[in-house]
T-cell receptor, first 112, second 115 residues
């Protein structure tokens, strides 16, 4: 079992729709959760972090965390073609490990 | 403010040679991370340096090594290069404070090609 799992996609959504990206993780000791966006040929950039159960909203992005189910998701409202990228889920285990583990990423395609 | 800078952008080597990649973190960041991103694969954790010390390493052979200098810049060395070492090597830095661990800022990467 992979430590962090994501559907590879592509996830295709029309412009203006809600894109829902999902991620599961295997280590119950995980404490910090992150979503990174990576455009083709570019390096990843942090878009959301979440540390406690529930929802966290930032503009058009909402991160959701359920530690009991070991599940974290990212919702993108009013999707735009510029949101087309690969979205990487990353999980960190506290306690000085600082070994941020990335999922393989979900490719999102927003079509006009 | 300058971001994370990496050099060289591209590097071509042959099997058995050594490669050295360099990284300068964002000013004020003490932690440097190295990741390997092979074509079609996700980011694989290589090494974490903080305050000049290696703090953690991923599941890579010992021929992958590095160091962090007093100015917090870092170097990744790959010895005895193999074809499968061809990948994008990403360096990231963070302030490594409390629950912000994991908020990494990445450089543009160094693409290593092994022939």
């Amino acid at each position: 079992q992979k430590e962090v799992e994501q559907n590879s996609g592509p996830l295709s959504v029309p412009e203006g729709a809600i894109a829902s990206l999902n991620c599961t993780y295997s280590d119950r000791g995980s404490q910090s959760f992150f979503w990174y966006r990576q455009y083709s040929g570019k390096s990843p950039e942090l878009i959301m972090s979440i540390y406690s159960n529930g929802d966290k909203e930032d503009g058009r992005f909402t991160a959701q965390l359920n530690k009991a189910s070991q599940y974290v998701s990212l919702l993108i409202r009013d999707s735009q073609p510029s949101d087309s990228a690969t979205y990487l889920c990353a999980v960190n285990k506290e306690g000085g490990y600082n070994k941020l583990i990335f999922g393989a990423g979900t490719r999102l395609a927003v079509h006009p | 403010e300058a971001g994370v800078t990496q050099s060289p952008t591209h590097l071509i080597k042959t099997r058995g040679q050594q490669a050295t990649l360099r990284c300068s973190p964002i000013s004020g960041h003490t932690s440097v991370y190295w990741y390997q991103q092979a074509l079609g694969l996700g980011l694989q954790f290589l090494l974490w340096y903080d305050e000049g010390e290696e703090r953690n390493r991923g599941n890579f052979p010992p021929r992958f090594s590095g160091r962090q200098f007093p100015n917090y810049s870092s170097e990744l060395n790959v010895n005895a290069l193999e074809l499968e070492d061809s990948a994008l090597y990403l360096c990231a830095s963070s302030s490594n404070t409390g629950d912000r661990n994991g908020e990494l800022f990445f450089g543009e990467g160094s693409r290593l090609t092994v022939l």
